[in-house]
């Protein structure tokens, strides 16, 4: 019998493709948080921001504008912000918005707004279900996976 086959060999060499492939899971779920956060931060955690609404009046290739309208207490009037230029948003609409601290941008607030805050996390999702299907060999835990993501990126294209 040959090292290579012992029953030793086998379970390092399984051992290892565990801990790769979940350390490969893990990563790309963080990856998926890191690219929602910068954004949903701003839009869930609202207390002290300023929130408004804004018309949007002119859109360009990577931004929209318009005038902002206050709601919230201590929050002033602008007669221009800056929004992302997405599928979220569409010139003559008016939309819920958040003040970035410290800028004249804008971010979609409520429900749309969140759950598109978290559209990189869905994506994320569905890539790490395949990871856990073929290199964890974890069907169930990959089906969850990508239901959750399946879900969320629905749910937001549905809300927008």
Do not use: Q
């Not at 221009?80 to 997405?86: R, S």
């Not at 609409?93 to 804008?106: F, L």
């Amino acid at each position: 019998m040959s090292p290579a086959a012992s029953p030793g060999a086998f379970a390092a060499l399984n051992f290892g493709r565990l801990a790769a492939m979940g350390a490969v899971t893990v990563l790309i779920l963080i990856a998926g948080v890191w690219g929602s956060w910068p954004t949903a931060h701003n839009v869930m955690l609202t207390k002290g921001r300023e929130s408004g609404t804004v018309e949007v009046t002119a859109c360009g290739d990577d931004t929209c504008t318009g005038p902002y309208t206050p709601v919230s207490t201590g929050s002033k009037a602008r007669a221009e912000v800056v929004i992302d230029h997405t599928v979220a948003v569409k010139k003559g609409k008016t939309y819920t918005v958040v003040v970035k601290p410290g800028t004249d941008e804008v971010l979609r607030s409520g429900p749309a707004g969140i759950l598109y805050a978290w559209v990189p996390l869905g994506g994320a999702l569905l890539l790490a279900s395949v990871v856990v299907a073929g290199g964890l060999r974890l069907t169930r835990a990959a089906w969850v996976l990508a239901g959750s993501g399946i879900a969320l990126l629905t749910a937001a294209f549905l809300a927008l």
